[in-house]
């Protein structure tokens, strides 16, 4: 059964359209399995204010962070009219997933290889963990802005297109694409096989 985590960037929150444009492209999917992972975006911008206003320690900033993951989670079970929430891995052809408590499973069954709890880990890392523990054939990142083909996870990581923790993670998943979104036709390109670009 094929299966692909959908990490939707947090920046395409702001999308008037975005429950059409992750409805049209889910169709063009051809897994058997569809989860979708709503990235961060301004609602974990606020938690990393709050982390330097009032001088948050780093666990309490990344619990707040995984929860305003939720919060975005539940926008887009708005959104995407049909499509159900999830609080775990139960079949169906596509949810969103609460990613709460699978990450509190993941953390407790495999605490040994559990991301770090600092803002090197951001919802691109935790879905990619999530990816490869599920497992999944394909992690699919719609983001705003285009992927150059053929470029190193690691000169991302540079540009700040993916988090510096996710290049540690990628090797670990069989296939990485990207999406920018924001385009007229969005299109899923292949990036990654394993870490290394395709």
Aim: aromatic residues 8%.
């Amino acid at each position: 059964m094929s299966k692909i985590l959908v990490k939707v960037g947090g920046s395409l929150l702001r999308l008037p359209d975005l429950g059409i444009r992750l409805q049209r492209l889910a169709e063009r999917l051809t897994a058997d399995e569809l989860l979708f992972f709503a990235g961060g975006g301004t609602t974990t911008d606020l938690v990393r204010d709050w982390h330097s206003r009032f001088q948050l320690d780093e666990e309490a900033a990344h619990h707040l962070a995984v929860h305003s993951l939720r919060l975005n989670a539940e926008l887009l079970a708005r959104l995407m009219t049909g499509v159900p929430y999830s609080q775990g891995l139960a079949s169906a052809r596509m949810r969103i997933l609460d990613p709460v408590p699978l990450l509190d499973q993941y953390e407790t069954e495999f605490p040994d290889d559990a991301p770090p709890h600092t803002w090197d880990v951001t919802s691109d890392s935790l879905a990619a963990w999530v990816a490869w523990r599920w497992p999944v054939e394909e992690l699919l990142m719609l983001k705003s802005v285009p992927c150059a083909a053929g470029e190193s996870v690691t000169r991302a990581s540079q540009l700040g297109l993916v988090d510096p923790y996710f290049p540690g993670l990628v090797g670990r998943i069989p296939r990485v694409s990207w999406c920018c979104l924001r385009d007229q036709m969005p299109q899923a390109v292949p990036w990654l096989r394993y870490g290394e670009p395709l």
